[in-house]
């Protein structure tokens, strides 16, 4: 029996494929749009609702100081969310490469844990913040209603917003929340190996 | 060096070490490709203040750490194992024997036994991996030790 087997001998028998070049630089294209593409759409999104919301204010010039409240909730609410998105960022694509894999996954760990702030404590600070502006701005373009029209009004907008608050938000947070706790327990694992 | 010569070059090393981690060659194939992607896009920036095989392995550890994401999602267990036992990659059965036994050892120990086995001197291993060189000569040893014991099983 052999005590000293050659490994390596074995190690390098491995066939590999080596792709083209011009295969590989194509994906990596691609690659580099997606990524921009997704970070340009969700600053996007939100600063073009925040600018329209702006526009309103200045173009109608609503009278109720409630109407100015709840327009400058939803900007706050908004501007918060996507300043601590965007924390997130050299975290998702910064230049984290050059890391031993230990520092590596001690940053995993912690855009995790940022993550899961962002889902919940975030997400619920949000929530209340965007409803009640919604809330405050609508107040003075519904009192000049009949009444049935402005407990129909609302009524709807409410309706939504519970729609959303308790059933697709917990939705969400609960299946992005399971997949972040399995990753979170890996990477412990992982970092207790690199302890031992 | 240009990144057409990196690629050539440095190919064949990355891919085995992502064979290694995972054991599965389309597997290995795309952590690796997504390693080069990683290496185009920062080879500007590199610094040369390790060497670039160092660097480049450095990626390749860090792909294969990240990988676990997209990879737990699915365990490979959850799979029927014959689909795994058909995809046979290499005739040589001691090679694969020896790529099973390493996919096996817990993620950390795959990464080392793959950069001692691609010849990396232990001093850089303990930078790419982030431990002190002792403790990786040690460790080094010890999955060595298991290897060659599963392997004596293995040959009985």
Redesign the interface.
């Known amino acids: 029996?052999?005590?000293n087997?050659d490994?390596?001998q074995?190690?390098?028998?491995?066939?590999?494929?080596?792709?083209a070049?011009d295969e590989?630089?194509k994906?990596?294209n691609q690659?580099?749009t997606k990524t921009r593409f997704k970070l340009i759409v969700a600053n996007f999104v939100l600063l073009a609702t925040c600018m329209i919301i702006s526009f309103v204010w200045f173009y109608y010039q609503p009278t109720f100081l409630s109407t100015k409240i709840g327009i400058l909730l939803c900007i706050i609410a908004m501007i918060v969310y996507l300043a601590f998105h965007n924390t997130l960022r050299p975290f998702l694509f910064g230049?984290?490469?050059?890391?031993?894999?230990?520092?590596?996954?001690k940053q995993?760990l912690i855009l995790k844990e940022k993550q899961r702030f962002q889902q919940t404590t975030l997400l619920n600070g949000y929530f209340i913040l965007l409803s009640l502006g919604l809330g405050l701005y609508m107040y003075e373009y519904v009192v000049r209603m009949t009444l049935p029209w402005a407990i129909f009004t609302y009524g709807i907008v409410l309706f939504w917003i519970a729609i959303n608050a308790f059933y697709f938000r917990p939705k969400t947070i609960k299946k992005q929340q399971a997949?972040l706790d399995?990753?979170i327990a890996?990477?412990k694992d992982?970092n207790e190996?690199?302890a031992v | 060096m240009t990144f057409e010569e990196i690629h050539n070059e440095y190919w064949p090393k990355v891919y085995r070490q992502c064979m290694g981690y995972m054991n599965d060659p389309d597997v290995a194939k795309d952590i690796a490709q997504e390693t080069f992607i990683k290496v185009w896009q920062q080879l500007p920036k590199f610094r040369e203040e390790s060497s670039i095989g160092t660097w480049i392995f450095r990626i390749a550890v860090n792909s294969c750490l990240r990988q676990i994401r997209k990879d737990k999602k699915m365990p490979k267990s959850e799979f029927p194992r014959e689909i795994f036992e058909e995809t046979e990659f290499n005739s040589e059965p001691q090679v694969q024997f020896l790529y099973k036994c390493i996919s096996q050892l817990p993620e950390i120990e795959r990464i080392i036994i793959s950069l001692e086995l691609e010849e990396l001197k232990q001093r850089e291993i303990a930078k790419i991996v982030g431990l002190s060189e002792t403790n990786v000569r040690v460790r080094i040893h010890r999955i060595k030790e298991k290897l060659t014991k599963k392997f004596q099983q293995y040959e009985r």
């Open positions: 029996m052999k005590d087997i490994f390596k074995y190690w390098n028998k491995q066939k590999i494929e080596t792709p070049l590989l630089i994906k990596a690659f580099k230049n984290q490469l050059e890391l031993d894999a230990k520092a590596q996954l995993l997949q399995k990753l890996q990477l992982l190996q690199l």
